[in-house]
Nanobody
Framework: QVHLVESGGGLVQAGGSLRLSCAAS????????MGWFRQAPGKEREIVAA????????FYADSVKGRFTISRDNARITVYLQMHSLKPEDTAVYYC????????????????WGQGTQVTVSS
């Protein structure tokens, strides 16, 4: 079992930055790929970014490439999502998730989920 807790969400103006953190409970954290997903009202949950257990592989949705950076600190069992140049369309609840292995970034491939943190970008 992996328990995940997100933090760092909030209200920011368009063009601003936020950094989300996701703290994990399990010391075998490096065995898990981590993903950040988001869900806006009335829309399906979508992948934002993902990172392999070692941190050597990353994935980004086209909509955030060049603006968001995913990273992890396995010693601190924490994954981060640095977000720059935020847009109103980035407004959503952001979730972190964990799974064994890599490949395939569909939400149903992830086994463990945090409770989510709200990000609101005002225009």
């Amino acid at each position: 079992q992996v328990h995940l807790v997100e933090s760092g969400g909030g209200l920011v103006q368009a063009g601003g930055s936020l950094r989300l953190s996701c703290a994990a409970s399990r010391r075998t954290f490096s065995s898990y790929a981590m993903g950040w997903f988001r869900q806006a009202p009335g829309k399906e949950r979508e992948i934002v970014a993902a990172i392999s257990g070692s941190g050597g592989s990353t994935f980004y949705a086209d909509s955030v490439k060049g603006r968001f950076t995913i990273s992890r600190d396995n010693a601190r069992i924490t994954v981060y999502l640095q977000m720059h140049s935020l847009k109103p369309e980035d407004t959503a609840v952001y979730y972190c998730a964990a799974k064994r292995g890599w490949g395939g970034q569909q939400s149903d491939t992830y086994n463990y989920w945090g409770q989510g943190t709200q990000v609101t970008v005002s225009s």
